[in-house]
């Protein structure tokens, strides 16, 4: 917080700023891509030839979360692999956003079980529910739109 | 041929045979524990009977019975080509049996999870720790007394609000641990190395720890159950139709192989038959998706080798099998468009024409990406003589499959126990010899193109639908055929012919007939029968009404179809009620990936990546 408390809070210079860095972040989202279920299919599909995420400037998968930026959490989510999700998450640093994709990622949805998390936002901060099971290639282009959006009116740490 | 088996054993084991029968034409030996090692070992090697591979090993908890739980053994003989259940009781007080895991290989691994679902002690077993769940876990979850519901979360709310302190779980890492050992007189230092699960090739869901010698690869301990989704416990707390949401979800690439499997087996337990028509549906939707599931595997593993281009053609030509997928059932992946007695729907119109085209479009791709890789110096280099898995390796691990075949092993389901009219269509399977990764990509490629002929000839072969019938009588909406049901004015409603898309469920009488067994124990009953008659009314009730529904009798059976991978085994126990007391899948990527270790053994780490993206993971079905 520092330049804002220079500025004196929320500003024309401040604001113009806030919407001059979500405009960049909003266009260079680095996906980590946590793919583990049938949704990973419908991941495949958007992110390759057909659908292509490109145009959102969101298709380069960083398989490191050092150097990415959004966390696509993509299908079930089970008690087992729960911390290792977590501690991905963890390791990503700010500022970073998270999209549920799925229904199973939103709420655990079809699975009810012993097995299973209901809903990663139990473990973590979500910013995107993409609902589905799986979601269509447009639902996903949608929610990434939505997140852009976000990105875009929000205020940003400088 | 059971008789003799029967007989052989009953001169053998006179003492430990408790039962012998046969039930829809399967084998089924009851026997002692105390005699299974012998008797699995007579089984194997003796020359007439060669039960060379143990198909699938689960247990069965059958609780307010004494003895409580029963473990079963399918045995396969591939040069008898017959397959053998073997079932031995086990009582509460004292869960335990000889192991069977120095006979095949594959038995480690099919014991553990036994031990994890059941509780119940494998003597002798090398290494009897739990496969799916996760160490802390508590219990055994498919016990019937276990709740489904009851969880036991390893990440707690006081962890989620407060990030900064430590997990309370330790991930059983063991990275970068050094150790030190004498080989030869001289001092060697391997090192530990986690693979996974959150890595880009082993596909979220895989842990493998790597012990290394430098680049080469000492011994590999491979991890599953990262994605246990218990579809066992589900199917059965469900009844019958219910199932097949949850079996989409077991191979997600290709869900309608899955649910053909799992209606054959509960028509099988049912003894039914579906018709013509129908069978040649399943037969191309089965062949829509195998295709589908063989251009993602090949095409994730090009990926994985840098391969890209041919990952973005195949990702392109996979599209055009989801819109054909898409057309027919409404959905690309999770689709559950078969029904025990039938399926779902008719074909659309004019479907055979759109096949053709995306047919076509899909050999064209095929062939650029031969073009591509298959002579490409980089691609052969980096595949040929690589995850080489010999002949008796894949037999003891009980592979199937491409996997299989690319070891030279003639086995595929859809030759040798024909089900739905594959006997009737020509093709051909493609057999390897080096068992390596290049073979199973050649395998694959060649399935495709025999999956195209299949469909071809299934068109040809089809009894015309519906479609092609031009009925009589008038026509009104479904909808208003609903209401007038529901105010009892059902005068001439039987025979009007409700309007509805012939791709959606409950569709019209002339479509109906055509796709669904005219068994009134399971297929439901078309609009106009349902608000028409009062025979067509009850049969829906008894069908939908909780409590009633499909009821099988009292049994089991044993089915299996050719998955995307191989042999995809459905093991259903029925108790006479509309659910079932125990659905059991076999899935065909388990034995590969309990080979697994074995295949890498003694490989530089860069091997691992293509010889893991051959073996097509899927972990929907691996993990359940
Ligand atoms: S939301 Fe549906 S498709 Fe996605 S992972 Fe869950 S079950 Fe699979």
Known sequence: ?158 | MPRNIFKTLQQKFSDFILEAYTYRDDAIVVVDRNAIYDICKFLRDDSRMKFDLLMDLAGVDYLGRDPRFEVVYTLYSLKNNNRLRIKVPIDERNPQIQTVSTLWKIADWYEREVWDMYGIRFKGHPDLRRILMYDEFKGHPLRKDYPITKRQPLITAEYTNNSTITPTVELSNKAMDEYVSEEDGLKVKHMFLNMGPSHPAMHGVIKIILELDGERVVSADVGIGYLHRSFEKHSESIYYNGVFPYTDRLNYVSPLINNVGYALTVEKLLDIEVTERCKYIRIIMSEISRIADHLTCIGAMAMELGAMTAFIYFMQAREAMYQLIEEVTGARITISYVRVGGVKADLPERYEKRVGEQLKKVRAEIKQVHKLLTRNRIFVDRVQGVGVVSKEDAISFSFTGPLLRASGVDYDVRKQFPYSNYDKIDFEIPIGKNGDVYDRYLIRMEEMEQSCLIIEQAFEKMPKGAIMVDFEGQEIPAEKMADLGKFGQTKNLLHQVAVTDPTLLGSNKPYHDMVYAPDKRVSLPSKEKTYGSIEGLMNHFMLIMDGYGIRPPRGEAYFAVEGANGELGFYIVSDGTDKAHRVRCRPPCFAFVAGFGKMIEGAQVADIVPAFGSINMIAGELDR
């Open chain 1, 1 to 158: 917080m520092g330049l804002r408390s220079i500025f004196g809070g929320d500003n024309l210079v401040t604001t113009k700023l806030d919407q001059a860095i979500g405009w960049a972040r909003k266009y260079s989202l680095f996906p980590y891509p946590f793919v583990t279920a049938c949704c990973g299919m419908e991941y495949m599909a958007v992110s390759s030839a057909h659908y292509d995420l490109d145009r959102f400037g969101a298709a380069f998968p960083r398989f490191s979360p050092r150097q990415a930026d959004m966390l696509m959490c993509v299908g079930t989510i089970s008690q087992k692999i729960a911390p290792i999700l977590r501690r991905v998450y963890d390791q990503m640093c700010e500022p970073k956003y998270v999209v549920a994709f799925g229904v199973c990622t939103c709420t655990g949805g079809f699975y009810d079980d012993y097995s299973t998390v209901i809903g990663i936002d139990t473990i973590m901060p979500v910013d995107v529910y993409i609902p589905g099971c799986p979601p269509r290639p447009e639902t996903v282009i949608q929610g990434l739109m939505l997140l852009q959006e976000k990105i875009q009116n929000q205020k940003h740490e400088y």
